[in-house]
Structures are given as C-alpha cells and as structure tokens.
C-alpha cells in the first residue's frame, strides 16, 4: 500500500517538472497561435549549457540557473523577433516548419559538442534527501522544489496576466492582433517578450531535467510531447489546467512504469488519447480555439 | 492649421488600387463625416490614417508631422485614434481591461477612467464584465472610450452607427460634444447620411477610391450629394 | 467556331508525359543493364518519391500537417514481421496487405487525432506515432525494443528477382503515387481538394464536405506510406522499432517536399532529386549533414516558402502535371465581317 501511496505521490511531483515544460509552450500556443516544435530542444539545449558552466567552474546548479535563464530568454526574444516573427500568419504550416528545423539543427549540434552519452547535473545531497510522511511514505526533497517553482511560475504568469499592461497586451494582441496595434502595442516586440519568457520558463525546466535524471541531445522530442500532452489534458488557454495536465500524466507515467517498466511513457499517451476521446477540449478549457 | 491632412493620398486594399488622390483636412475643434457607398474607400482612407496600410510619409500630416508609413503603434502614440468597424473589443478582457488597454501608448491628456465612465455611466457599472458580453450600444462606448483613453488629438469613428437601434445611435452620438469639449477633432465615417449630415460641420463624399463631392452640409443640395453618392 | 476552351494539356505536359513513359521504360528494364548498386538507389530514390507525394497530398492539398506519418511506414514494415516472418507470406505480396492493414489502423487514428485541427493536429499525429512504436516495442512476440532479422522471409527468393521485384515495386510506388496524385487532382473531387486547400470555410459555402475530403486524404496518404514502408523495410531485412518509427521519415518527407514545392505534382520529383543530389555531396559529414539539411530547410520556407518547382514553375508558367484548368480565348479577329 505505502509503496502505492510513494508511486502516485512521485507522479504527482512529476507533474510539477511537466508543468515546467508545458507552461512555456502554452505561452506560444496562447500569444502567437503557434506551436514551437523545438521547444523540448531547446530544454535540452539549456541543460547543456548549465552541464558546460556547472563542470569546469564547479558552480551550483541553482546558481547557474541565474546565468541560464536570462541567456535563454534574451536567446528565445532575438529569435522571436529575427526569424519566428516572420513565420506568423494565416499559414500554420511556417512556424511549424521553421521550428522543426531547429529542432534538428539544436539535437545535431548538441550531439557535434557532446557526443550521444548520457550527461546529468548533482545537487549532491539534496539530490537524494527526502521528506519522512509517516509509515513508509516519503517524498523527495527536490521533486517538491520542482513543484514549488512550478507553482511560483504559474502564480507569476496569473499576477503577469490579470494585473499588468503587458498581461493585457498579451491577451489584446492575442485576441485581435490588428486592433491591439492600434492600441499602440507592437506585436512584434510582444511576441518576443511572450518567446523570452517561454525560454526562460522552459530553461528551468530543462535544468531541472538534468538534476532530475539523465538527459541526452536527442530526447527533446519526447519533452515537447509531454508538454504538449499536459497543455491539451488541462485545455488550451488555462494556466492553472496546465499543473492539472503536468500532474495527470506523471501519474499516468508512474502507475504505468510501476506495472511494467516499459509501459510507464506508453501509459502517458493513452491517458491523454482517453482525455481527447471524452473531453477533447481538455478537463479546464478557457479557449474555445484548438 | 490643420490637425490632420492628407496630400493626394493613394492606397492599395490587396492588389487593388482603393484610393486615388485624396486630398482631405481637418480642422482643429471640426467634426467631419466622410460618406459614400460600400466599396467608395472610406475604410481603407481610416486603415491608411492609422498605419494599417501603407501610406507615403508626406501624404498624411497629423499636427504638422508626417506620419505615413509610420506603424499603427507609433502612429497611435502620436495621437490618432481609431474607433474600429464592428467595434472589436477584446473579447478575453473585461470592459475596464478593454479601456486600461487603450491607454498602453502612454500618451498623457484628460482622459482617465474616472473620466470616462462619467461619460458613460453604464460603463462603471458593467466593469467587470467580458467586453463582449454587452449590448451592441454599451459595446460601441467601450470602443470610444478605449480609443479616448489614448488620449487623442483626433478621433476616427468607422460606422458608430452600423447595426444599432436609431435610439442607440442618438445616444452615442450624444457623446459627441462631450469628447470635442476635451479637445478632440473628429472624423467620423457613416453610411448613414442624415446621421452625418446632422453632426458633422464639413462633409466628404467617396466614389470609386476619389473624393467627388466636399462642402458644409447646409450648402449642399440633396441632388448634389445623391449624384456624389451614387455617380448617377 | 470562335469559342473560348477549357485545356489543361500544355506543351510542357506533352512533353513531360513523353519523358516519364521513357522514364519508367529505363527504370523498368534497370535490372538488365545497370548494377546492382544503382538499382538499390533507383529504388530508394522512387520510394522516398512516393512517401513525399504521399505527404504533399496530406499537408499542401488537404492541409493536414501532419508529423506523425512515420506511424504507417512503421506499421507497413512490421506487417513484414507479422504475415512474412509469422505467416510465412511472400514478403512483395505484404506490400499491397500492407498498405490495406495501414489504411484500416489509419480509420480510428483519424477519429482521434481528427479532435486536434492545426498546429495541434500535427503534434497529436506524432504522439499516435510514438503510441504505436512503444505498443510493439512492448509486444515481444514481433522482436520487442531491440527488434529481429526479417531476413528469413526473403531467403527462398533468388537475388536477381528479389532486386528486380524490389525496383519494380518501388517504381510502382513512385511512379503511382505521383499518377494517383495527378489523377485525383484532375477528378471532380481534385476541384473540392483545391478549393479546400484554398480556403476551408469557402469549400464548405460550395458544399463541399470538408471533412469527408480530409478523412480520405489522410487514409490514402496512410495506404501509400504503409507499402512504402513495407517495402523499405524488405530492402533493409532488419526491423526494429526506433527505426521503424523513426521522426526521420517525416523529416525527409517534409525537407523534400518543402524544397521541391508544396501544393505541387512536380515539386517532390524534384524535392527529391534534391535530397539525393545533397546526401551523396554531403555524406561524409556525419552530424553535420543533418545539420545543414535542417538550415537549408528553414531557409527556404523563410525566403523560398514555394519551393523550388514554386519558383521555376511559375516564373515559366510550366506544367508537366496540368491541374488546373485553363481558359483559351479564340484569337482576336481583325475586322468584324458581319457589321
């Protein structure tokens, strides 16, 4: 029983990490209408860069993150505004192509600068200390961490949203894209701010990831997927639906890989197949748009 | 001096060329009404106006600065407001959000919240409410005063009357004086001809993408503005 | 008679028509006079043909993005496992099964991922991809993760016909493909398909059933890449599921159709072309290789989104595959007799 009660509790702080991911994806989904396929890649790319400081300087991860994020996210805004800005339009089929481009290019070049092993980040102790609840459940002291921040992000993205002339130029300039320029608002410059803080949301994610477990170039593909998963399971345009998504698919991936190890990402899938079969607007939908 | 001129102000809808020449001016404290037909260019001269379109950069003259070709979100900063056909309100931000967000330029002058729901009462009272969860009519204030919260110098009005009950437009047009008070000039577009003749102290009429008829509304005679409306 | 006609011949089409019968005819009889080696490229050339037609159909006609096609082309090679290995089923008869049983699997795919329009469509169809490829990856009975040697289903098959059966299928996956495209394109319902392609909410105003014309895009494109997959993996005589149901597929068929031209019958012949000519200059380069083919894509959809045949095809006005339909005005007479 304890052992059960250990399974769901960990797939629960999962979510947490996958609300991370699909916090930042569902910016771009939210602000641009786009849907940036490298997203998972460029997770991978900032844990690779916090691997590149954290090893010869011997920095703190935690520390690194304060070097990581903003790199990220002034990355993600010149990005934005040189190539994806360009990409926007009636089409879908440019942004999605253009991103996934990059998403070749990104596991390419990380492969080129770190070979195909597996790398991770130590926290050392913290890594493994975890919280006693009683019997023989216990949580881990990082994973709550993880759920912390990602709790913090959403209650800043909610503050960002509802309470300031930039929350309110995202939402205007994702209502009605030409009437929020006669507002004044530069789209141009908006959707770079929305891209630069995707990336830095999606930075922590991807060094979160690499303190979590083992990453290598080549699995971003999986990360976007889960983010996207978590996006559509809590229903497109709702902030807080995306930690419900993040937590239903940890659990989903922790059951299942309990069952059988093997069937733990398969299980992922089909739970958010089965959320689509029964509520194909996600269980919070706030858009009607999909 | 003029606030707003255009100078033989060509424009393009897609591949179509929609304005040939205007030449077009606004006094300071005037309210014009441009009409004519559907097609005439009425909408594509106020997308032109506020950068919507592309525009050579002497051939729209706010306050004696060129502002053609400008983007529409510097060109609103300048102040030039739009009050958009179909009203477009942001239908994900409540009505006090819609007016906050006419005020993102950051162009300082008399208007404020307080200020506009003393204009329009009702507004205070459906604060909190979606914009589009409105009457068509308290949907078209919020639109005025979303454009009045950038502070304009002039106010560009597409079809303030275009889908509403005649009591409903008296009311809205009731506001007019109000806003001109503030120090506002005013060009307002119409189909309805009597509703602009009625409010408006000069008048323009489109045909075919060119200005075929101007004048105060008291010089001209119904056949002069019916040949200039219709070309027959 | 002064009349004004409809023609979608053009000199270029005759031409061009001329050209691919010589074509095939050359690549037909390929076993008797080429080696061996250049008939494996023939036939990978024709085959990767045939997977970009099948996603230009998909995503420039029915403008359905999808990046999960690799679904398919992964199902058709473990038909191999299933009815050849299993079965004992000669391995180029699973090819047409193949392309049946993808077309049925295609059916409740499309109820779901159907539920996602857009952008959200095209990462539903990956996930379903990625679905498909843990469920045999998990199922030990066809190989598991590590996969198994179908090597055993072709071994009764003389090496001079396995070969030549292979090119000649291939050729009839290429050179079908782009015919059944072209044919389908010329149809009553290649009008309703243009017309969605140009605009959904127009077609649906005209009546045509915007949906009934996605569902069977999609299945067709799923048959296609389900042979095409079988037959790839005959040739590969090792199956496993990472590569199976690999992103790469999708990635070939996006790069080649979008440098070739999307919306185009021409632009993956010649996307194709271009991703050989560029594999055998750059395949020395390992990483790097992958590297550039992502940049020269992303370039092109940023400054040469039509593609290539976009750019040359118009700017000639040059159709080998007319479509569309063009209006002939009568010459203008220099005087009017009957005034």
């Known amino acids: 029983m304890g052992e059960w009660i250990n399974t769901i509790l960990q797939g629960l702080l999962l979510g947490g990490l996958y609300s991370l991911f699909a916090t930042g994806l569902a910016l771009s989904f939210g602000i641009m209408r786009m849907i940036n396929i490298a997203h998972g890649d460029f997770a991978i790319l900032a844990a690779f860069a916090a691997i590149a400081v954290v090893e010869p300087l011997g920095l703190d991860p935690f520390v690194v993150l304060l070097l990581i994020v903003p790199l990220m996210a002034g990355f993600g805004y010149v990005l934005q505004r040189i190539i994806l800005n360009r990409t926007l339009g009636q089409d879908i089929l440019p942004p999605l192509l253009v991103t996934f481009g990059m998403s070749i290019i990104i596991q390419n070049l990380l492969l080129v600068a770190f070979s195909a092993d597996t790398r991770s980040l130590s926290v050392g102790e913290l890594g493994i200390a975890s919280v006693p609840l009683g019997g023989d459940v216990a949580v881990g002291v990082f994973p709550l961490i993880v759920m912390a921040v990602a709790v913090a992000v959403l209650g800043g993205l909610q503050w960002l949203f509802s309470a300031t002339p930039l929350g309110r130029a995202f939402r205007a300039a994702s209502d009605d894209r030409e009437v929020a320029q006669l507002m004044g608002i530069d789209n141009r410059h908006i959707y770079g701010v929305a891209m630069a803080i995707a990336m830095g949301i999606v930075a922590i994610a991807g060094v979160f990831l690499a303190i979590r477990a083992n990453i290598n170039p080549t699995e971003g593909p999986a990360r976007l997927l889960y983010a996207f998963e978590a996006v559509i399971i809590g229903g497109l345009g709702s902030l807080w639906g995306t930690l419900a998504g993040g937590v239903i698919l940890g659990v989903a991936q922790t059951i299942g890989g309990k069952l059988d190890p093997g069937w733990g990402i398969l299980a992922g899938h089909l739970a958010f197949l089965a959320v689509l079969v029964v509520k194909p607007n996600g269980l919070f939908p706030r858009t009607r748009e999909r | ?232 | 008679m002064n009349t004004a006609v409809i023609q979608r011949a053009t000199r270029a089409s005759r031409i061009g028509a001329i050209v691919g019968v010589l074509l095939v005819l050359a690549a037909i009889s390929m076993p008797w006079w080429a080696e061996r080696s250049s008939q494996r490229l023939a036939a990978e050339f024709l085959y990767t043909l045939a997977l970009a037609q099948m996603w230009n159909l998909l995503a420039g006609y029915g403008g359905l993005l999808s990046v999960g096609q690799q679904a398919f082309i992964g199902l058709g090679g473990y038909s191999l496992v299933l009815f050849g290995l299993q079965a004992g089923i000669n391995p180029f008869l699973i090819v047409p099964l193949a392309g049946l049983i993808t077309g049925l699997i295609a059916v409740p795919t499309a109820a779901i991922v159907f539920r996602l329009r857009g952008a959200y469509f095209a990462v539903g169809t990956w996930v379903v991809a990625e679905v498909f490829r843990l469920l045999i990856a998990n199922t030990t009975s066809l190989g598991g993760g590590s996969g198994t040697s179908i090597t055993s289903t072709v071994i009764g098959i003389p090496a001079w016909w396995r070969e030549s059966l292979t090119l000649w299928m291939a050729l009839a996956l290429g050179a079908g493909a782009t015919l059944a495209v072209y044919l389908l394109l010329r149809s009553r319902h290649g009008l309703a398909l243009t017309a969605v392609r140009d605009s959904e909410p127009a077609a649906e105003s005209l009546g045509i059933s915007v949906k009934r014309i996605k569902w069977f895009v999609y299945i067709a494109s799923a048959v296609g890449c389900g042979m095409a997959g079988a037959l790839i993996f005959i040739t590969k005589l090792r199956i496993a599921p990472e590569a199976a149901f690999s992103i790469d597929w999708t990635a070939t068929m996006f790069f080649v159709v979008v440098i070739g031209g999307i919306g185009t019958i021409e632009g993956p012949i010649v996307g194709t072309l271009v991703f050989f000519i560029l594999r055998e200059l750059l395949s020395d380069y390992g990483t790097w290789y992958m590297i550039i083919l992502g940049s020269v894509a992303v370039a092109f959809m940023l400054w040469i989104p039509r593609g290539i045949w976009g750019l040359v095809g118009g700017r000639f006005d040059m159709h080998f595959f007319p479509v569309q339909r063009r209006l002939k005005l009568p010459e203008p007479q220099s005087n009017n007799k009957e005034e």
């Open chain 2, 1 to 232: 001096m003029s606030i707003l001129e255009t100078r033989n102000l060509t424009a393009f809808y897609g591949d179509f060329q929609a304005l040939y020449g205007i030449d077009f001016r606004l006094e300071e404290g005037e309210t014009v009404a441009v009409i004519g037909s559907n097609g005439a260019g009425k909408s594509t001269f106020l997308r032109t106006l506020t950068g919507l379109n592309a525009a050579a950069s002497d051939s729209v003259v706010l306050a004696g600065q060129p502002i053609g070709g400008l983007p529409a979100h510097r060109i609103v900063g300048l102040g030039l407001a739009l009050v958009p056909e179909g009203r477009r309100l942001f239908p994900s931000l409540t009505v006090e959000e819609n007016l906050l967000v006419g005020a993102y330029s950051g162009r300082k002058g008399p208007w404020s919240l307080e200020r506009l729901y003393k204009l329009f009462p009702i507004l205070a009272e459906r604060r909190h409410n979606p914009g589009t969860a409105l009457s068509g009519g308290q949907q078209q204030m919020v639109a005025i005063g979303r454009a009045l919260m950038s502070n304009p110098q002039v106010l560009l009005c597409d079809e303030l009357s275009l889908g509403l009950a005649p009591i409903v437009i008296r009311d809205i047009y009731a506001a007019l004086p109000g806003i001109k008070a503030e120090g506002c000039s005013v060009v307002v577009v119409e189909q309805d001809v009597s509703q602009a003749m009625n409010v408006a102290d000069r008048l323009y009429c489109f045909q075919e993408g060119r200005v075929s008829l101007e004048g105060r509304p008291d010089d001209l005679t119904r056949e002069q503005i019916s040949l200039a409306y219709f070309g027959v």
